[in-house]
């Protein structure tokens, strides 16, 4: 069997997979507060080829011995490790509707072991009462007047309480304050997350921490951020760089199929000439 069957199908099951990253990408380019996806394709440890018994090797008195033969090293194929978001700002767009909301970051301190920045989300409760996060802002009032999700999950405030408003005739403030006439109802809760890169993706566009809550960013030194009502933030989804990836993804595949047949009929043509001679 040759080596490179192994090597070959390898690299071709990473550019499937890394395919498939794009085009949920691409499918999501203008979903509210999604974040694009990145993927980091990896080599496997490389195999030191010997033979075995092949050649006799000097050794220091000046003897040859019977012994292993040094071939060199060989790639075993390469493997798409993770998928990780990219939890840079997307563009904000007008809507007008008051349960709109848009979370703009601000100042966000940078960890100084990764060199990347943390990140600000609201901060919901799903049905089971555990607390989500969100860049989406694309909120609802539900029959009991509170404030949620498409999918129904409760808006918390700072405290991480569910917010009860009697209409959604409000005001929204840039430090997040909801204003009914001139009382201040709540204030929208803001999590923030130092690497964000440890959070958990649980789709349409939800993350969760791995333990326990994410602190309340109004209380972290540095962070900063601000709110604008009637707007929501976009997608950060570069369709056009997404486009040329795919692309380059898919020739990827083709050239790695090709090398793939190439080796079939190498093999095929190897077992039809033996079995002639043999015969």
């Known amino acids: 069997m040759f080596r490179g069957f192994y090597t070959v199908g390898s690299g ?9 990253m794009l085009a949920n990408n691409l499918a999501n380019a203008n979903t509210p507060g999604f974040k ?3 993927s980091s394709i990896r080599s496997f440890p490389e ?10 090797i000097p050794t ?6 019977k012994g292993l033969s040094p071939v060199g090293p060989i790639s075993t194929g390469v493997y798409m490790q993770e998928t ?3 939890f840079a700002q997307g563009q904000l767009r007008e809507t007008g509707l008051t349960t709109d909301v848009s979370l703009v970051d601000g100042a ?4 100084p072991e990764t060199g990347k920045a943390g990140a600000i989300f609201f901060r919901l409760a799903n049905g089971n009462g555990q607390e989500v996060y969100t860049k989406n802002g694309n909120f609802t009032m539900d029959a009991q007047g509170y404030l949620t999700n498409p999918m129904g999950y409760y808006v918390l405030d700072s405290a991480g309480q569910r917010i009860q408003l009697p209409n959604d005739d409000f ?4 430090e997040g304050d909801i204003m009914v006439g001139e009382t201040t109802a709540a204030t929208l809760g803001v999590a923030y997350a130092a690497q964000p890169e440890t959070l958990q993706k649980q789709g349409n566009g939800l993350f969760s921490a791995q333990n326990g809550n994410l602190p309340d960013a109004s209380g972290v030194a540095g962070v900063g951020y601000s709110f604008q009502q009637g707007y929501l933030e976009g997608s950060n ?15 990827a595949f083709e050239a790695n199929q090709k090398i793939l047949q190439a080796y079939d009929r190498s093999m095929e043509k190897a077992v039809t000439e033996i079995g002639r001679v043999n015969g």
């Open 12 to 20: 071709m099951i990473a550019q499937q997979r890394r395919t498939e």
């Open 36 to 38: 694009a996806e990145q």
């Open 47 to 56: 195999m030191y080829m010997s033979s075995i018994n092949a050649a006799r």
């Open 60 to 65: 220091k008195d000046g003897l040859l011995l």
């Open 84 to 86: 990780l978001p990219l």
């Open 108 to 111: 966000l301190p940078v960890d």
């Open 171 to 174: 005001r929204l403030t840039s």
């Open 237 to 251: 989804v570069d369709a056009g760089s997404t486009m040329t990836d795919m692309l380059a993804a898919y020739r």
